[in-house]
């Protein structure tokens, strides 16, 4: 079965600081896609990343990185000096082929204090 | 390029009553979901529309609701009657192409449903 965990329900930091969002995944099929998506309190979700299951190259976007390892089968995402727009709830999500759904995590509300 | 347009944002009805969401996808996408996210879960898939034709409705409580996109663009989805357990945020989301594991989908701001 698939299934995508977010261990951490709510994380709350201090403007300037780093955080990191965790996301662990289980699939049995070896081409797969995970998606990282930010809903703010408006409630659209918000499009930040896909990657493929055999591309482990780390991604930076500005102050947005992403750190896939397959081994340990996570897939994390650090934002660095939050800001307060930053607060949100993430999702991470999975879509393999067996399925073809796609699968999402019970999200991570971050709240950034100014 | 405008984004995936939903209506109403907000609906309030009693248990019983029936009611109805419309989505717009992005022009030319082929590929329209519809999903219900219950407050503090993430989204949950209901149904997947390849052009005009239903792909996935397996997770769609098919006694009470229906989904219909006839001209591969619009799209509505119905409830009658609706349930207490029914309140939740309606999201739409469309991806362009075939309905491929590659496809990122593009969500809409989703319709808050409260069932009194």
């Known amino acids: 079965a698939q299934k995508v965990t977010q261990a951490q329900t709510e994380i709350s930091v201090v403007e300037k600081e780093d955080v990191t969002l965790d996301c662990v995944y289980e699939t049995r099929d070896t081409t797969y896609y995970l998606f990282w998506y930010k809903q703010p309190p408006s409630g659209e979700l918000v499009f930040l990343i896909r990657?493929?299951?055999?591309?482990?190259q780390n991604e930076i976007s500005g102050r947005y990185s992403w750190n896939f390892q397959k081994s340990t089968s996570s897939f994390n995402f650090t934002i660095t000096a939050s800001q307060v727009v930053d607060s949100a709830v993430y999702f991470c999500?999975?879509?393999?082929?067996?399925?073809?759904?796609?699968?999402f995590g019970t999200g991570t509300l971050l709240a950034v204090q100014p | 390029e405008a984004g995936v347009a939903q209506s109403p944002r907000y609906k309030i009805i009693e248990k019983r009553q029936s009611v109805a969401f419309w989505c717009n996808p992005i022009s030319g996408h082929a590929t329209l979901y519809w999903y219900q996210q219950i407050l503090g879960q993430g989204p949950k898939l209901l149904i997947q529309?390849?052009?005009?034709?239903?792909?996935?409705d397996s997770q769609l409580p098919k006694d009470r609701f229906s989904a219909e996109r006839l001209k591969g663009v619009d799209s509505t989805l119905k409830i009658q009657p609706a349930k207490l357990e029914d309140s939740a945020v309606y999201l739409c989301?469309?991806?362009?192409?075939?309905?491929?594991?590659?496809?990122?989908?593009?969500f809409g701001p989703g319709t808050r449903l409260l069932v009194l």
């Open positions: 529309f390849q052009n005009n034709g239903v792909v996935d």
């Open positions: 999500a999975l879509r393999g082929g067996a399925t073809n759904k796609l699968i």
């Open positions: 990657r493929n299951s055999f591309d482990e």
């Open positions: 989301a469309s991806s362009s192409g075939l309905a491929g594991l590659s496809g990122t989908q593009y």
